[in-house]
């Protein structure tokens, strides 16, 4: 059973930047067969999906993010990050990993998510 | 990419039928088949209940559905349960640029 677990501070100031870790267990992360996303969810609202990689190391961001957000990998841990740069109060969000199905482009296993709070 | 719009709640009894509605547009929900649903309840991470517009992975009950005409991809969940009272989301895939976007939610409530 896949499982998927977030972990980073749970508090960043503004301006700076915030730095997320997914750690990837029960299967291995350089599987061809997936990408690895992250998505965020403001307390009360809905999803929104920041950006993806595959294991190869090419990603996929958000357009509304992309200026400001990396996603990266290393299969050695198997683990993926995200770094968001350049943070506000609008960026505080419970943040999920998720595995994200090359021939189904869905995302069918989850982190248990991680709150994320921006402030001074 | 402007999120995909749901209705803001929804409601029925136990034993009724309640379909949620997910419309997009041509470059994603009308684009490409690849529509998913997500049940989320309070304080938990996202299930996947329907990918592929209407396909269930193993351990989803049959009483849900899902189906796509043009823009608009439908969620039916069939002989509520109390337990079906949680937030649902929509994805799909929006080929530009290989993102994704969701719905803003539909809060389903079992009276």
């Known amino acids: 059973q896949v499982q998927l677990q977030e972990s980073g501070p749970g508090l960043v100031k503004p301006s700076q930047t915030l730095s997320l870790t997914c750690t990837v267990s029960g299967g291995s992360i350089s599987s061809g067969s997936y990408y690895w996303s992250w998505i965020r969810q403001p307390a009360g609202k809905g999803l929104e999906w920041i950006g993806r990689i595959y294991t190869s190391g090419s990603t996929n961001y958000n357009p509304s993010l992309k200026s400001r957000v990396t996603i990266s990998v290393d299969t050695s841990k198997n683990q993926f990050s995200l770094m968001l740069s350049s943070v506000t109060a609008a960026d505080t969000a419970v943040y999920y990993c998720?595995?994200?199905?090359?021939?189904?482009?869905?995302?069918?296993?989850w982190g248990q998510g991680t709150l994320v709070t921006v402030s001074s | 990419q402007s999120a995909l719009t749901q209705p803001p709640s929804a409601s029925g009894s136990p034993g009724q039928s309640v379909t949620i509605s997910c419309t997009g547009t041509?470059?994603?929900?009308?684009?490409?088949?690849?529509v998913s649903w997500y049940q989320q309840h309070p304080g938990k991470a996202p299930k996947l209940m329907i990918y592929e517009v209407s396909t269930r992975p193993s351990g989803v009950p049959d009483r849900f559905s899902g189906s796509k005409s043009g823009n608009t991809a439908s969620l039916t969940v069939s002989g509520l349960q109390a337990e079906d009272e949680a937030d649902y989301y929509c994805?799909?895939?929006?080929?530009?640029?290989?993102?994704?976007?969701f719905g803003g939610g539909t809060k389903l409530t079992v009276l």
């Open positions: 994805s799909s895939f929006a080929g530009n640029n290989n993102i994704w976007v």
């Open positions: 041509s470059s994603d929900v009308g684009g490409y088949n690849y």
């Open positions: 998720a595995r994200n199905s090359v021939d189904h482009l869905d995302f069918d296993y």
